[in-house]
């Protein structure tokens, strides 16, 4: 069972959920902005290195970009045919190229400057569920529902590896902080390790009693961190060894749903931050697995998040009834 004693929790009306703060020990740290103009879920949020610009897709089949100091929308971007529901984004890290994918088979590579069309990446038998450039920005790792997960080199466009050890659809996937191993995540209930330069396979970690819907690796490397769908779940791992280091079995769930579709670390691997579509995201203290603090009682079910590199700026699409995307001020939080 989940652990409450460390936390504390607000709960608000829908009709009061976009003024919801987060409570800590009396104080408040509340949404910066709300980001409307969205028409569906906002499956992913991802910054710019130098945090000047915010990029969102969504089920309604667009790319925004934002000035993300101001909150101001700076354009719209429709893909080509082909490329509806955007799953995925991603910028490589020498802020050059963004990444995107969605149904329909195909991944989109982008001028990061101009948002022009660079190439398309063409191979997957499926829809494209996440995508994530190396370190060095030179491989670009995709993984989708056709169960497979693949490696494109990112100058020429060309597939380099593709394996098909996992027996679902493949919804996550992550390099650890040296570029050396890749982290993927299933609905086969498994988490898997890679070696990034070969893509062979590593490691088979399990624990999960369902599906996995997210894995994440925290930025010290030690920590992997996943959520299920269906039983809201979520599991901590030893990064090294796969040994559970913690099974939350209830860890999310209410009316709305179960189903923990994002996570993420903050900078210092202190916290790591889940959101589910039981519209509650929480912050779980990486000393002793608990949960620390909550924003609850949203008006849409958490879809995707980022986080600001100094850890203060927590951003969240929302999806299922609600596609705004939100801000938040998380100053002081890390104290």
């Known amino acids: 069972m989940k652990s409450r004693s460390h936390s504390t929790r607000l709960l608000l009306p829908l009709s009061l959920a976009l003024l919801a703060p987060i409570t800590r020990a009396g104080e408040i740290y509340p949404k910066l902005r709300t980001l409307p103009g969205h028409e569906g879920s906002v499956l992913s949020v991802r910054l710019t290195r130098d945090e000047k610009t915010l990029v969102s897709g969504s089920r309604d089949d667009t790319i925004k970009v934002w000035d993300f100091a101001t909150g101001k929308l700076q354009r719209t971007i429709k893909p080509a045919e082909g490329d509806a529901d955007i799953y995925a984004l991603a910028f490589s890290r020498d802020g050059k190229v963004l990444a995107s994918s969605g149904r329909y088979k195909t991944i989109t590579l982008w001028d990061a400057a101009t948002f022009k069309p660079i190439r398309k990446l063409e191979g997957h038998e499926a829809d494209v569920r ?82 996995l819907e997210f894995c994440e690796i925290s930025p010290n490397g030690r920590i992997l961190f996943g959520g299920t769908g269906d039983i809201g779940q979520l599991l901590f791992w030893d990064a ?42 929480l912050f779980w203290d990486m000393r002793t697995f608990t949960e620390r603090h909550s924003i609850s009682g949203l008006p849409g079910r958490i879809e995707s998040m980022t986080l600001s590199r100094d850890g203060k700026t927590l951003v969240t699409g929302f999806g299922g009834t609600d596609f705004t995307i939100a801000v938040w001020d998380l100053d002081g939080l890390l104290d």
């Open 240 to 281: 090294r060894t796969g040994k559970i280091l913690r099974d939350l079995p209830t860890a999310h769930g209410n009316q709305h749903g179960l189903e923990i579709d994002s996570g993420t670390f903050t900078p210092d691997s202190r916290l790591a931050i889940s959101g589910s579509k039981d519209r509650t995201i």
């Open 130 to 211: 996440m995508v994530e450039f190396s370190p060095d920005a030179r491989t670009l790792a995709s993984v989708g529902e056709d169960f497979t997960f693949r490696l494109w080199d990112v100058a020429t466009g060309r597939l380099k590896v593709t394996r098909r050890e996992h027996q679902g659809k493949v919804k996550s996937v992550a390099y650890s902080p040296d570029g050396r191993t890749i982290v993927t995540a299933a609905l086969d209930a498994t988490v898997r390790l890679w070696d990034a330069e070969t893509g062979e396979p590593r490691q088979v970690i399990r624990g999960a009693s369902k599906g």
